[in-house]
């Protein structure tokens, strides 16, 4: 690519970036009032895994077991405070998916429920303080960071294999000494419970339970977490056991998305803190049947089968975690948003929701449509700014169709001819031949003048990925039918006149 090509680009995208400083100003300020509200932590605890707490616990029991054998203290662990200065510095974070992220303190007394801490001392244009406890020689990132404490965890070191000291016993003082023992600890050296349950949600839509599979279940005690993953029947069960109490927790995420609620703070959920398993069954109308719903379709088009199309952009060193923002105010202009250029900025929230109040079934399909955008953006980045919004539109409207109809069958769909331009040639390229298709639009002299057209639909048997690496390169219209007219099909003699239809003004 040519200096000057380069230049274009680069003066295309600012003058983009520009346009769009109101909608940023406009995001930053819905998130204002909602992250005011959670600069409020719960009491402060003294930290019974501190190497100092240990030692003082390990010296007690010795003075009561003359037997105990020696065993030395040393630093195990670090509890770390992570300072990302902006989303860059999110993403570093976000690739190691072996790092367990907190947006408060772990050494506070967490507030339950649906509450996203954020520390009042960060600025509003920027991602709250992480909290993480790292093995000693963790290979940190390219992210500030301070040491807070110094820890020994003996549950995840090798000594809880051997007599050195009694886990239990130990893990018991250390949390007496500190006023942190509660009726449920107990010295008892086998495991105790694997946190484990069942998560459902209602979908208004399919009018019965579905499960928000793929969904990550974290349970914590202290400075240990636990993870387990909903199945298809809504079942999880985490990869260790506690002996104590510990706080579940649910981060509408995977390693290539995240969800949140709006533009900055994480979608997540903070359940009970106890010791047995936990259930949610999420109810109509709840805003996480709405977190739940955007979840199922994003973990449907990256994980599931997605009918061999590519996936959207995927977390990686030189890729962020997608953002997709869920929106409870309404937007008058679209159900969902794209915006490529906050994605190639790194900044903000590339996709945003604004389905809050419509069905589950519209929701996912959004979902779908806007996440068809990112993969186009992705597979064909510098050609996807110049190509026309008839292509744009019409493909997402395709991948919308094609994609959610396996969750909720044969979806109805009436095509509007507007300046977006959502066509169903993708569908008629899919399906087969039909006698009649029919569709109303509305002009663009006249938004509110409906019409009716309607042809013989003779062209079937594409399959959806053909028509994705039909689209690689292709800007305009007449570049695309062309593009398909050159794959194998006995119908091909019919795509130019499926084309010429729903391309018609």
Not at 354 to 361: G, L, V
């Amino acid at each position: 690519m040519n200096k000057l090509n380069i230049y274009f680009i680069y003066l295309i995208s600012i003058l983009l970036f520009m346009s769009c400083n109101d909608e940023i100003e406009n995001e930053i300020s819905d998130n204002n009032e909602i992250e005011k509200s959670n600069s409020i932590l719960g009491k402060k605890l003294e930290n019974p895994y501190s190497v100092t707490n240990m030692k003082k616990a390990l010296e007690n029991l010795k003075k009561n077991n003359k037997n105990l054998n020696k065993g030395e203290i040393t630093v195990s662990h670090l509890y770390i405070k992570f300072k990302p200065k902006n989303e860059e510095d999110i993403s570093l974070l976000k690739i190691d998916s072996t790092l367990n992220l907190f947006d408060y303190p772990m050494d506070y007394k967490e507030i339950e429920g649906q509450y996203n801490y954020r520390d009042p001392e960060v600025s509003v244009n920027q991602p709250t303080y992480q909290y993480a406890s790292v093995e000693v020689g963790y290979k940190f990132p390219d992210v500030e960071y301070e040491i807070l404490e110094d820890l020994f965890i003996p549950e995840e070191i090798e000594t809880k294999k051997n007599d050195n000291f009694y886990v239990g016993e130990l893990v018991y003082e250390a949390l007496k000494i500190t006023k942190n023992l509660d009726i449920n600890d107990n010295t008892n050296r086998r495991p105790e419970w694997v946190p484990a349950g069942r998560i459902r949600q209602w979908d208004n839509s399919l009018e019965r339970y579905v499960a928000p599979e793929g969904l990550k279940v974290r349970a914590t005690r202290w400075f240990t977490t636990h993870i387990g993953f909903v199945n298809s029947n809504g079942y999880y069960r985490c990869d260790g056991d506690f002996r104590g109490r510990a706080r579940y927790r649910i981060d509408w995420e995977r390693h290539n998305f995240a969800l949140r609620s709006g533009g900055f703070s994480s979608a997540q959920y903070k359940g009970p803190y106890k010791i047995g398993n936990w259930n949610w069954q999420i109810e109509d109308g709840e805003i996480h049947q709405y977190y739940g719903t955007i979840f199922r379709a994003a973990f449907h088009y990256y994980y599931q089968n997605n009918r061999g199309l590519r996936r959207p952009p995927e977390n990686s060193f030189w890729r962020t975690q997608l953002r997709i923002g869920a929106y409870t105010r309404p937007n008058d202009d679209a159900n969902g948003v794209h915006s490529w250029f906050w994605r190639g900025f790194g900044l903000l929230t590339p996709v945003k929701i604004y389905t809050y109040e419509k069905s589950n079934r519209q929701t996912y399909a959004t979902t779908i449509h806007e996440l068809a955008h990112a993969s186009h953006w992705n597979m064909d980045r510098i050609d996807f700014i110049r190509t026309d919004d008839i292509v744009i539109e019409s493909w997402a409207r395709g991948v919308e169709k094609e994609l959610t109809s396996l969750i909720y069958g044969n979806l109805d769909y009436t095509y509007k001819y507007s300046r977006l331009r959502y066509t169903g040639v993708v569908e008629d390229l899919i399906d087969k031949p039909k006698p009649v298709t029919s569709y109303f639009y509305w002009t663009e002299e006249d938004p509110y003048t409906e019409l009716t057209r309607t042809y013989n639909d003779k062209v079937a048997g594409y399959s959806i990925r053909q028509l994705e690496d039909a689209l690689i390169h292709k800007k305009t219209w007449y570049d695309w039918e062309k593009s398909i007219t050159t794959i194998s099909n006995s119908t091909a003699p019919f795509v130019r006149e499926s084309f010429q239809f729903w391309k018609k003004d």
